[in-house]
């Protein structure tokens, strides 16, 4: 064969392969029909194609339609506009039929009903799975998917592949969608959508992430008229209060919580999603126990029992501590419990170990209650400075105000550890015991302290007053008043007990009895505590162990100044009135306006 012969066949085959794999573009009807026509029959869509269409040979059989519209019966899925690219089977080809291998449908706008998808007769749908071809392969790219009764589910930048090569196989799924601004991801998804048509049990998977979240879980999966999901899952988000507020999901206490895991064996149905023995991560803390959740309520419930031995709830206290200002006023921002009442919550909470906020206690049994515009905190038992503590903590939101109402006892508490943990002096010891209970509304801090209503008692037994030895003061101010108030601090005051009832009203806290009696002194206290400034003015009337009732106080201290900062000082004219040469000048009569005062006379 002459080199001319071979160059011209080389010629034609480059021309041929060139034709084969150039695209041709059709004209309307012909191979377009043909498709429309299998994509009908095969599955169950009517493709609509407005724009151009063209199709290749080379390397692989191949159409492309433009401006197309897919649609299922009854509205259930809508797909409009875009491109849809798809592989054609070369055998079948070669027979005269069509069959797509491959879907890939770009830049459309996907409108779903979700009621209407579920009416769909999907047994039909994939009866002949297992004896019929179908395409292995669907991949959406740069697509809008809007639901018609779902409309907090819409996606953006929608990319997923869907690959379902036999049935042998299970339907796996991956991809990505923009949704409230964030990228979410479906790392990996499969399952036997034939087994689960046909009220069969079908092994699943599922990984899927975002900024702040991630779910994982495998098991098997069962539909029909009473759909189950058992398995293995993995619930974590990095951060409780960014997740709530990127994705509008509320949870109980979720704007206070950092990172929170949960991981163990689950169960679902219609009306309850359990984890029987769950281990909850919470911060550093790990908790163990059982949760659930239930759907077959007006707002979902969360329930749950867990121990731990260590456990940190200082986040849930942070409000507490922001009730007052830089300056050190009462707040006045509004209390809103909206966000952290979102879901109805009942957990019951055990921990050998438990800070909340500057409160350190041990053995502790505790449950938390959450109702719309409600939170319930209540401590049946915990050990507490070597003491035991019980109480109650409750906010309910009435008429756009906020109700608290606490109340609590405590016994054979250390009252000097307590204050150094609270971050204030170590100016009293001894071992305390009491009640209270507190209650106010208002919009704000501000106006809750100032309803403010209670009361509440104290009793320290076998302690000691730092930073005054009052036998030392009274010893003074017997032989030397006026010297006395130059040298009274420093040493101790033992006492045998010391108690205090204090009521509050209208923010204003009355002493309405309080006495100290040790082996050498006694002492009362009068005066008042204001909670709306924050300060304190009183009085210490101090005489010596066994003085008549009615006997006026050897020496009187002035008690005032705000919480942070209280000032302890003798009442300068007591201190004069005791003293001989200075006392005509206070007389305790009045004197008649036609009669002379006595005169001072030096000694």
Known sequence: MSRRIVLLIALISLAVLGTAASPWTLPGGGLSAELTQHVKEKYGLDLTVRGRSTFAVLPIPRVKFEDVTLQFPDQALKAEGGILRGELRLLPLLLGRIELSDFDLTESRITASLQALQSVKWAEAFKDRSSETYARRLIVSKSTLRWTDLTEANLDRLNLVVRWADAAEPMTLSGSALWRDEVVSLESASV??????????????????????????????????????????????????????????????????????LAGDFSMDRRRLSWPAVSVTLGEDKLEGTIGVRFDTERPVITGTLAADTLNLSD????????????????????????????????????????????????????????????????????????????????????????????????????????????EPRWITGLASGQFSFEGTGKNPADVIREAQGRSSIEVTDGEIVGIALDDALRRVDKRPLLASLNWKGGRTPFDKAQAQILIKSGVGEIAEAHLKGPTVQADLQGQVLLVDRTLSMTANVSPAGAPPGQSPALVFNVVGDWDNVAVSPQVRSLIERSGAAKPLFPSDRVPANEQRPQAIAQ
Do not use: C, Y
Request: charged content about 20%.
């Open 192 to 261: 036997f959508p034939d087994l689960l048509v046909s009220d069969r049990i079908s092994p699943f998977a599922l990984n899927l992430s975002t900024h702040s979240a991630r779910v994982t879980a495998e098991g098997e999966a069962q539909l029909g008229v009473s759909p189950r999901i058992t398995g293995q899952s993995t619930v974590k988000a990095k951060s409780v209060r960014d997740f709530t507020r990127w994705s509008g999901v509320e949870l109980p206490f979720g704007p206070l919580l950092r990172g929170v895991t």
């Open 316 to 423: 849930l206290f942070a409000p507490f501590s922001q009730a007052r200002t830089s300056s050190g006023a009462w707040s006045e921002e509004s209390i809103d419990l909206t966000r952290t009442t979102g879901t109805d919550l009942d957990l019951r909470l055990s921990a050998a170990s438990a800070n909340l906020g500057r409160l350190s206690l041990d053995d502790m049994a505790a449950s938390v209650l959450v109702q719309p515009g409600r939170i319930e905190a209540s401590i049946g038992r915990a050990g507490f400075q070597d003491g035991s503590l019980k109480g109650r903590l409750s906010l309910v939101k009435q008429d756009g105000q906020v109700e608290l109402r606490s109340q609590g006892t405590f016994s054979g508490v250390k009252i000097a550890p307590f204050l150094v943990a609270m971050g």
